[in-house]
């Protein structure tokens, strides 16, 4: 049995001063001068790590990381031995080693970050600490920890890749083969075949690795199989109208791919973490065809009875077997229905406006409303007395001028006459709903006339019956009265009538 102190962690707490308000934290790591440790199939490996004050957790080749208090399967075990000396020490111990454990090993407080997988290239020392193990075999030469003739090596184009062909001794050196001829590539024993920058055009490689003893012994690796994914794209969130308490809602998500990316990535829904696991949350996938060499990934989350606390942020996340993901997030608010109602209110005026005309001066009517109608977008037309809708760009020449600044719309006649009374509406809608509200003007001054039709340009034919008609504007009321400029011998007005007078708008 091979017994090994990886790692004698002293955590101190120290002041070294403030700086911008903050108080520093440092530790500091004893590494033993062993850094690797071979052992044999079928031994017991034990590895030590001490804390002063804080849990430690250990990290295994495969990237499983085995809390202080808790172990995670029946060959591993955590212990711990409250020694005066070192602190706390925990000791990792693990039966029945195999040549698939062999690789790095290492300890670090429970809150420090480990990447600790067969893509690794770099084992920072700082606040962590490793330890190299090799696990010799008499029949496997090469590290296989996964029970596959193939493994697939996905990567972002541009990214390293590593193929993890590495010895189960130090002694021993791979030859890496492709398409039955050995090619050279950088290499490290604990890490393995390395290709920077891999291109797309890697995408269909195919290697394999061969260890070989003197004696003519030799182990074959599974066939690694590159798999380039071209950069990510971010996935699309279709936005949402508003969502009201009490009905159902679908979060749509979407993202275009290369076929054969779409087979190294999942697209998928992350809702708040206060709603975790809720049953009235489902999410459907679907990958559909878009363009030849390419396909698009959908996901649907459906929320079933809207609740109140189903407001937040919600993610769509499009995640590769090359441990890359791209993002996006969306706000979800929820609103009671009342919130969604139009509600309009006058400021500062009054819905009637009374106006006296002064021919010396500009007389304006102005109305300033407050139009909510929660957060949807709402839409306002003016119309006139006659029911024609106003033109009224804000433009400070203009007659008619519609204004608005947020919530809050001014509608202003400007130079008002007697010709300008009457009854003008202001018609509000929303997604949801409709509302108009009546904007009344009254304007005193001498009152206006035109007869219909106009007679200085009209002929009548004898013995025919006409209607003429006089429109006048002015308030109050004014009184009407037709006159007839008579020629001789002309016995029209016998039998002329008038008509008692039209109130217009």
């Not at 790591?29 to 034990?46: A, W």
């Not at 090596?153 to 030859?175: K, M, W, Y």
Request: charged letters at 25%; hydrophobic letters at 30%; one cysteine or more.
């Amino acid at each position: 049995m091979k017994h090994i102190s990886i790692s004698c962690v002293q955590l101190l707490f120290t002041i070294l001063g403030f700086y911008q308000g903050a108080m520093a934290r440092t530790s500091e790591m004893f590494t033993p001068s062993e850094g690797e440790l071979i052992i044999q199939e079928g031994d017991k490996l034990e590895l030590d790590c001490s804390s002063e004050n804080d849990e430690i957790k250990f990290s295994t080749p495969d990237g499983v990381e085995y809390n202080s208090t808790a172990s995670s399967d029946d060959r591993t075990q955590i212990t711990n031995d409250n020694g005066d000396y070192y602190g706390d020490l925990w000791t990792f111990s693990r039966s029945n080693m195999s040549a698939a454990d062999t690789g790095w090993y290492a300890c670090a407080q429970s809150d420090v970050k480990i990447e600790n997988n067969d893509q690794v290239i770099d084992h920072p020392t700082e606040n962590i600490n490793w330890v190299y193990v090799y696990v010799r075999s008499p029949q496997l030469l090469t590290v296989i920890n996964k029970p596959k003739w193939k493994w697939d090596l996905p990567a972002i184009a541009g990214d390293t890749v590593v193929i993890p062909c590495r010895p189960t001794s130090p002694s021993l050196r791979p030859s890496l083969i492709k398409m039955n001829e050995t090619v050279d590539l950088e290499f490290t024993e604990k890490i393995g075949f390395i290709i920077k920058n891999v291109g797309i055009n890697q995408g269909q490689d195919r290697y394999t690795c061969k260890i070989e003893q003197p004696d003519g012994q030799f182990t074959s690796s599974p066939l690694y199989c590159l798999r380039v994914i071209a950069e990510l794209p971010y996935p699309t969130i279709t936005q949402v109208p508003i969502v009201v308490q009490g009905t159902n809602q679908v979060l749509e998500c979407s993202v275009d791919l290369r076929n054969s990316d779409a087979r190294l990535c999942e697209l998928r829904w992350e809702a708040p973490e206060k709603i975790f696991n809720d049953e009235r949350h489902t999410i459907d996938t679907l990958t559909v065809r878009n363009e030849p060499g390419k396909v698009k990934m959908l996901a649907n989350l459906t929320i079933i009875d809207v609740h109140k606390n189903d407001s937040g942020t919600y993610f769509c996340t499009l995640k590769c077997s090359t441990g890359n993901m791209m993002t996006a997030e969306m706000f979800l608010p929820v609103y009671d229905s009342e919130q969604l109602h139009i509600h309009v209110s006058i400021d500062g005026s009054n819905y009637s406006i009374v106006k006296q005309w002064n021919e010396s001066e500009d007389t304006e009517a102005l109305w300033v409303l407050r139009i909510g109608a929660g957060p949807q977008s709402v839409s306002v037309k003016w119309y006139d007395a006659n029911g024609r809708e106003i033109d009224s760009e804000p433009d400070e020449g203009r007659k008619y001028m519609h204004k608005h600044e947020k919530d809050v719309h001014s509608f202003r006649i400007s130079n008002v006459t007697v010709r300008d009374s009457g009854i003008y509406k202001v018609h509000i809608s929303t997604p949801r709903e409709e509302k108009d509200v009546e904007l009344s003007l009254t304007v005193f001054g001498p009152p206006e006339s035109h007869i219909i039709p106009n007679t200085s340009s009209s002929y009548y034919k004898p013995e025919k019956s006409y209607t003429f008609e006089c429109i006048t504007f002015g308030f109050p009321p004014p009184n009407i009265t037709w006159t007839f400029l008579e020629y001789p011998y002309y016995p029209s007005t016998e039998y002329s009538s008038v008509s008692h007078p039209l109130a217009r708008k």
